[in-house]
């Protein structure tokens, strides 16, 4: 394990190892304040996506295909100060994830789990606010990425932690599923031109609203890479 002024700590993916309990350690000692609440931090452009308008802890919330909207409920949880965790990630961008606002000094990052993915979440759940993980691909097609039970022993651990999970992809018994319904760039011209932002509407279903549906036309991102609500004096991006 490494780690620098500015850059996100990376993590081995063994659990059991001398190095995740000494991570453990360190974090502990370096957590600002605990969790007063199980509604955590939340980005207010994200927040009426949510039931009761926020990141809740002891939850997970899936989200489907946007590596940058899953990002996004990082966002509040790290801008107040509590740690959180990205895993089976391995191509994400650091720089992405500052330029959104999230504090790399407070960032762990398990690129490669390994098969005892479910092992390191429940070793990160201990220290951490919010875990955001990539399930890796089913066994068999058609398969959940985890079991009904599994997904009830974490979320046990979540409530009791009072931490939150955002799974990319599906997840069992998720209290929202956030989805892009529509995408649109800005920043080219006729053939020419440079991708600057994008508009998107994101969609999301919850139990807890009765089948009923939420959607909310976003910057994601925008021109100064953060995540904002699209605005009625906001023109209309040309289309890409």
Same mark, same amino acid.
């Given at each position: ?44 452009? $994200? @927040?009426?996506? !949510?039931?009761? =308008?926020?990141?809740? /802890? #002891?939850?997970?919330? %899936? +989200?489907?295909?946007?590596?940058? $909207? @899953?990002?996004? !409920?990082?966002? =509040?949880?790290?801008? /107040? #100060?509590?740690?959180? %965790? +990205?895993?089976?990630?391995?191509? $994400? ?5 500052? =330029? ?141």
């Amino acid at each position: 394990m490494s780690s620098s002024t500015g850059a996100a700590l990376v993590a081995p993916a063994d659990p059991r190892g001398e190095t995740v309990r000494e991570l453990q350690e360190r974090i502990r000692g370096m957590q600002r304040r605990t969790l007063d609440t199980r509604a955590l931090p939340t980005d207010p452009a $994200l @927040a009426e996506l !949510l039931p009761g =308008g926020a990141l809740a /802890a #002891g939850t997970a919330v %899936a +989200v489907e295909s946007s590596t940058l $909207l @899953a990002l996004g !409920l990082l966002l =509040g949880p790290s801008r /107040a #100060g509590s740690w959180c %965790a +990205v895993v089976g990630l391995p191509d $994400l961008g650091v720089e992405a994830a500052a =330029g959104l606002g999230i504090d790399l000094e407070r960032l762990v990052l398990v690129p490669h789990p390994g098969e005892q993915w479910l092992s390191v979440l429940a070793a990160l759940v201990e220290v951490v606010s919010v875990v955001l993980v990539r399930p890796p691909a089913p066994s068999r097609p058609g398969r959940p990425p985890v079991s009904e039970a599994a997904a009830g022993r974490l979320a046990s651990r979540l409530r009791q932690r009072e931490a939150a999970l955002v799974a990319l992809g599906d997840w069992p018994r998720s209290e929202a599923r956030l989805s892009i319904a529509e995408s649109s760039w800005s920043g080219i011209g006729q053939g020419f031109g440079r991708l600057q932002a994008r508009q998107v509407t994101v969609a999301s279903a919850s139990r807890a609203w009765s089948g009923r549906g939420r959607s909310r036309r976003l910057w994601l991102p925008g021109a100064d890479q953060r995540i904002a609500p699209v605005t009625a004096w906001d023109a209309a991006p040309a289309a890409g």
